[in-house]
């Protein structure tokens, strides 16, 4: 059970179509995209039908999931008790080839959350959508956002032109942590290559399960590249991943970098440590299929800071009211309901103190 006043790290709204941008866009932006005739676009980053992308009774009786701000009220913030929830907005705007167009639809997506979400419910906080496509737009624009604390992270996702870790994105990290904002990695893909190292699947749950990857590859290259050298107080959420594989995934990693850190000098700490000081994980889905299974993870993670409650509203991954981890220690349940969460995000302790 939840203790009282209880933050959730990751829920989710959906932007009903293109239309709904138009009025935050610039006159220009919205005479082209008239024009064209791709104002009835949705940019959708779920298969709106697909029954994981909502679960039955967290679906609105119209449009698609995570439009309806009611619903989110009832059943998350109501529901669960909540002091605060962080929006991510997954947005076909952080995948499109155009970079102008880009910063367009991610500019329109953030001014959107402000009026249609922040402004709405002052338990809300939100991740800064940006551009990735262009690392100086994207850091534009989290100094656009950034002057509204209700703004807590900056939203990539895990998957994109090149590996996170390259120096081409640290212009992203430098203006995150210029801010005080984590970094917060979302399972996804602009989809520049196959989510898979052997090819593109036949099947949506192929691609579903294949992210996992995308999420380990990004890990691996920021502490390989050296990001946390460059940003020493850099914080990672990956948000969305699963969190089993990581004990599995930490032995491989310790294994090669013992072997191989000659050629990697700034490569200095143990992957573990990495871990351990700057990522931290939303806590759905826990990908384990039972109360003991998911002690012993915990237990292989060996560090009670890294896991964030979450929701991860409006996605099906639990049955009932018990977002939680069977078996998860409720001294453990308090941190990462409260105590991590306000770790995690400065902005958080400033506006909820």
């Known amino acids: ?25 610039s006159q220009a932006w919205r005479e082209m995209i008239v024009t064209r005739g791709t104002d009835g676009l949705d940019l959708a980053s779920y298969p709106v039908g697909a029954p994981i992308a909502c679960r039955p009774d967290w679906r609105p009786a119209n449009g698609k999931p995570g439009t309806d701000l009611a619903i989110l009220q009832r059943e998350v913030l109501d529901g669960f008790g909540l002091r605060a ?17 880009a910063r367009a639809l991610c500019q329109a997506v953030n001014d ?18 940006v551009p990735a496509q262009n690392p100086g737009y994207a850091a534009d624009e989290i100094d656009r956002c950034a002057h509204d ?22 212009p992203i990290y430098e203006a995150a942590a210029r801010h005080g904002l984590p970094i917060g990695i979302h399972g996804g893909s602009a989809y520049r290559h196959a989510p898979t190292s052997v090819g593109w699947p036949s099947h949506y749950a192929q691609d579903y ?61 143990s992957p573990a440590d990495l871990v351990r000081q700057h990522v931290r994980l939303t806590s759905q889905p826990f990908d384990a299929p039972g109360a003991e299974e998911v002690r012993k993870i915990l237990t292989h993670i060996d560090c009670d800071e890294m896991l964030l409650f979450s929701s991860d509203f409006p996605h099906w991954h639990f049955d009932g009211i018990d977002a939680l981890p069977p078996g998860t220690p409720y001294a453990l349940v308090h941190k990462m309901a409260l105590d991590n969460p306000l770790a995690t995000y400065p902005r958080l302790k400033e506006t909820l103190s």
């Open 1 to 25: 059970m939840l203790p009282n006043g209880a933050i959730d790290c990751d829920v989710h709204v959906a932007v009903p179509a293109m239309a709904a941008l138009l009025p935050y866009m």
């Open 149 to 170: 604390h209700r703004f807590v992270q900056v939203q990539l996702l895990a998957s994109n032109e090149i590996t996170l870790g390259r120096k081409y994105y640290w």
């Open 209 to 269: 399960v294949s992210h996992t990857m995308g999420l380990e590859s990004a890990l691996l290259s920021l502490m390989a590249e050296g990001v946390f050298n460059h940003v020493p107080d850099l914080r990672v959420v990956l948000i969305e991943s699963g969190v089993s594989w990581l004990p599995g995934f930490l032995w491989r990693a310790i294994k090669s970098w013992r072997g191989l850190r000659g050629e990697t000098p700034w490569f200095t700490k």
């Open 85 to 101: 929830a962080i929006v991510n907005c997954l947005h076909g705007g952080q995948a499109v080839h155009s970079e102008d167009l």
């Open 112 to 129: 959107w959350l402000v009026a249609e979400w922040l402004d709405k419910d002052a338990r809300l906080r939100a991740s800064i959508v």
